[in-house]
């Protein structure tokens, strides 16, 4: 029951998360091909990270190639319809922010299931959330979102928190990934409704002349 | 016997591959160790993210030294050598053209091995050929050729998927072998000596005033 | 004994290469989560890419949560006090060199207690060593100290060398350590103190024209 919930929020997360890849290539122009790999490196990017460094392998889309076939079809939607879409940015943001409340209960999920400390699954809700972005981002040479001053990586810290905090105390878990997706998607749509984001460090800025660490001539 | 194949091929496109890395790091002009640095990771980056994947690890140079040697030696004979070459960018692309085209055959025969499916084992291959050359240019900060519009992930593709389909039919390992180099290789040799490419998505320019999915002002 | 000592070592190497993420974050005006994301990928990036790659999984990080406490606790200490520093990016620098001098012993003797070759060792060394700072630069689109005309990687690999030949030589581990480290850091001190650099590759510069290889039209 939690199994085939978990496995559809799942394929939904990777779904989105491709798509945001997909609309990342129309912005870069790029060809069909260029569309599956950085849909489907965006879709399996964080969950494949997530099962290296918890040691699950062969990872999850060897074993279920349906996930493959999910992110190749939805980047072929994509090539043939991100022209319809009005404002393709503003819609590669939200598809991320769902994306990225999803895996961040998913990765804590994984890891809580293999017997990790409550942390260490919260850090792992967040790389299996924003591994697969940065690579997108990273591939296609934008800055990426988990570097831009709105709150991202936090909104995935919450949320994970939120669902490993409520697991610990014994909720349900549908209610806990209910209140963790809710927790994480709330505040990174506030982000992105009010620009809202966390004090930067800015106290003094780089000195360009310290290229050795040497100080500047007089 | 098809081990003894195998392997020898494995060699051979560690060292194509370790040759392009010398290459670039030619054109970046670096010191003997970046040479070693960039043709060692060009050479062994695709195999090894492929052993993670399916979790053969340790991952095989660990078990075989032999293939670092390889791609140190290639790299001091590209350090002493590569000023000799008329046109060395042209001799790069067709060395990561032979790399190519010998990984992607290695990553879908390596995936067969360990029991996957055949779509994956396709997928295998495509990323055993493209995540040494990737790897390389984003250290070397390169466009990365997968990103160029001439066909390139599309004959790693093309090469793994005719390995994989005649060794379904039941065809010897080395008939598979030879047509999907051939067929791999000779795409990518018409995509650089013809400039062919796939149609990209054109319909329409990003907006550069979307940050955050917001409309224009008026 | 060694154990207790490789242990206290690694919880240090640990914590300099995170303040070296924390003073690039700073560099970068990055928010907290940003200065806590830097840290520790370049805290433990290194050991997790060992960890990877001998197969030694969960990674380390995943089984003793102590080295995500420590990144962490060093990230917000960055962020309160980085002002305070008066040369930050020669800072930055020096602890890079004492993480990169820890992490080229850790590696080896992580790679050696598992059973490889020396000269793989050494390889580990290197990997375990600059992998961490490598992450951090690109991440924060910095130029990787690794590709800079200084000798960088040389030291890592010197370190892991000694290390490792003493301690085939069946010299007792804290000597070996001690000498490894002076290794490395001594000639990366020197590397920074005197821009010492090896020769580079400059014998024909890249040409521009040569986009697929072909010759320049006359």
Redesign the interface.
């Known amino acids: 029951m939690l199994e085939t919930l978990l496995y559809w929020i799942d394929l939904a997360g990777v779904a989105v998360f491709a798509l945001s890849g997909a609309l990342t290539?129309?912005?870069?122009?790029?060809?069909?091909?260029?569309?599956v790999?950085i849909a489907?490196v965006t879709g399996i990017g964080g969950g494949?990270l997530r099962d290296?460094?918890?040691?699950l392998?062969?990872?999850f889309?060897?074993k279920e190639?349906v996930y493959?076939?999910i992110t190749c079809g939805v980047a072929l939607l994509g090539?043939l319809t991100?022209?319809l879409v009005e404002?393709?940015?503003?819609?590669?943001?939200?598809a991320d922010a769902v994306g990225l409340s999803v895996f961040c209960l998913l990765g804590a999920e994984a890891?809580l299931a293999?017997g990790?400390?409550p942390?260490?699954a919260v850090?792992?809700g967040l790389m299996s959330a924003a591994f697969g972005g940065?690579v997108r981002d990273?591939?296609c040479a934008e800055t990426?979102l988990?570097?831009r001053?709105?709150i991202y990586?936090?909104a995935a810290?919450l949320g994970a928190a939120v669902y490993v905090g409520l697991a610990q105390l014994g909720l349900e878990r549908p209610w806990c990934l209910l209140a963790g997706f809710l927790a994480a998607f709330l505040l990174r749509a506030l982000a992105?409704l009010k620009?809202l984001?966390?004090?930067?460090?800015?106290?003094?800025?780089?000195?360009v002349y310290?290229?050795?660490?040497?100080?500047p001539p007089r």
Do not use: Q
Not at 87 to 94: K, V
Not at 198 to 207: G, H, K, S, T, V
């Open positions: 290539a129309a912005r870069k122009h790029m060809d069909i091909f260029g569309f790999l489907t494949t290296l460094l918890l040691g392998t062969p990872v889309w060897v190639p493959v076939a090539f991100a022209h404002y393709r940015y503003r819609l590669l943001l939200w890891a293999a990790v400390s942390g260490i850090v792992m940065l990273i591939l990426p988990i570097l001053k709105e990586a936090t810290v992105l620009g984001s966390l004090p930067i460090y800015d106290r003094r800025p780089a000195r310290d290229d050795l660490g040497k100080p």
